[in-house]
C-alpha cells in the first residue's frame, strides 16, 4: 500500500529554519515523484516544490525561491523540504504527495496525500 507521511513542523519565530520530512513506504523514490503544498487558513492548498524520480527539481512558488531546498534520500525512502528564512506568510499545513515519476502543475495528479504537518511562524 503506497503511503506518504509528514513530519517535522512546529513554531518557528521569523527567520528561523525547518526542515519537514516525508517519508514514503510502499513504493521507491526511484520510481516516484514527490511534491510539497501546503494550505493555510482560509485559502487554497498551493503548491510549494517538487522533485521527481530522475531527481529533477521545482519550486512551484516564486516565494519560496532561494528559501526553500527539496532533497532526497533514496535510501531512506524520504524527501525533504528545508526551509530557510521563514516569515509569518508561510504558516500553513504542509502535505505530500506522490506521482508516479515526473512532477506535475496539476495537484489532482498526486496522491497518496499525507496527513500534513503543522508550520507556525510567529514570534
Known amino acids: 500500500q503506497l503511503q506518504v507521511a509528514e513530519s517535522g513542523g512546529g513554531l518557528v519565530q521569523p527567520g528561523g529554519s525547518l526542515r519537514l520530512s516525508c517519508a514514503a513506504s510502499g513504493f521507491s523514490l526511484n520510481y516516484y515523484a514527490i511534491g510539497w503544498f501546503r494550505q493555510a487558513p482560509g485559502k487554497e492548498r498551493e503548491g510549494v516544490s517538487c522533485?521527481?524520480?530522475?531527481?529533477?527539481?521545482?519550486h512551484w512558488l516564486d516565494s519560496v525561491k532561494g528559501r526553500f531546498t527539496i532533497s532526497r534520500d533514496v535510501a531512506k525512502n524520504t524527501v525533504y523540504l528545508q526551509m530557510n528564512s521563514l516569515k509569518p506568510e508561510d504558516t500553513a499545513v504542509y502535505y505530500c504527495?506522490?506521482?508516479?515519476?515526473?512532477?506535475?502543475?496539476?495537484?489532482?495528479?498526486?496522491?497518496?496525500w499525507g496527513q500534513g504537518t503543522q508550520v507556525t511562524v510567529s514570534s
Open positions: 504527495a506522490s506521482r508516479r515519476y515526473i512532477c506535475s502543475d496539476d495537484q489532482r495528479d498526486f496522491g497518496p
Open positions: 522533485i521527481s524520480s530522475m531527481r529533477g527539481s521545482t
